[in-house]
């Protein structure tokens, strides 16, 4: 069972489209990162959100941390061929050592 | 600057071989984790060092991988012998100090296939 569960699993959207990616737990978490990893790269932090109710803008990215500081949801605007890829979640758990818990990863296939 | 650099990137080795994998973090970086990414699994923690200590390695799989950090700027993952369900990319990371904010940077990986 993962700790952090990601919905969808897997999302192909044509460009122009918008589309929210989810981030759950029943654990509370410091901090929930937010990583997007290309083919035969490693992933590549996005945005870090802190703070229960947090809301961040990446230009057509927007992250929120959930109030209760459990969940987070990754909203793309106007997604383009470019934002393709797989994001991952990430947190530090609130009672724990120091490591990240991951989410298994949204696989996001934007077609031109 | 130079980031997390691996090597090597791609590795195809039989049943039965020991396999190194090598890692030197981003200088300056007191953190460095091993971590193996599957289909099936998605990305694992495999064991991560401070300041070259080993800290949790619970989650090495089992006695034939081991993992060491003789000084700052290298580490290496050893899997002897190695198995076809070792087959995985193998990713190192490192970062900065140990704040629960720190942001994980990682190398480009190995990709590692045991025929």
């Known amino acids: 069972t993962q700790l952090l569960e990601q919905s969808p699993q897997f999302l192909s959207i044509q460009e122009g489209e918008n589309l929210t990616v989810y981030c759950n737990s029943s654990s509370v978490f410091s901090s929930l990162q937010w990583y997007r990893q290309e083919p035969g790269e490693g992933p590549v932090l996005l945005v870090t959100?802190?703070?229960g109710g947090e809301v961040k803008k990446l230009k057509r990215l927007t992250f929120q941390f959930g109030d209760a500081r459990k969940d987070s949801s990754l909203h793309i605007t106007a997604a383009q061929p470019g934002d393709t890829g797989l994001y991952l979640c990430?947190?530090?758990?609130?009672?724990?050592?120091?490591?990240?818990?991951w989410g298994a990863g949204t696989k996001l296939i934007i077609k031109p | 600057d130079a980031g997390v650099i691996q090597s090597p990137r791609h590795e195809v080795t039989e049943m039965g071989q020991e396999v190194t994998l090598r890692c030197k973090p981003i200088?300056?970086?007191?953190?460095l984790f091993w971590y193996r990414q599957t289909m099936m699994r998605g990305l694992e923690l495999l064991i991560y060092?401070?300041?070259?200590?080993?800290?949790?390695d619970s989650g090495m799989p089992e006695d034939r991988f081991s993992a060491k950090m003789p000084n700052a700027s290298f580490s290496t993952l050893k899997i002897q012998p190695s198995e076809p369900r070792d087959s995985a990319v193998y990713f190192c990371?490192?970062?900065?100090?140990?704040?629960?904010?720190?942001?994980?940077?990682f190398g480009p990986g190995t990709r590692l296939t045991v025929l």
């Open positions: 200088s300056g970086h007191d953190y």
């Open positions: 990371a490192s970062s900065l100090a140990g704040a629960r904010t720190d942001t994980q940077y």
């Open positions: 990430a947190g530090y758990k609130m009672d724990s050592n120091y490591q990240l818990i």
């Open positions: 060092f401070n300041n070259n200590v080993p800290i949790d």
């Open positions: 959100v802190v703070t």
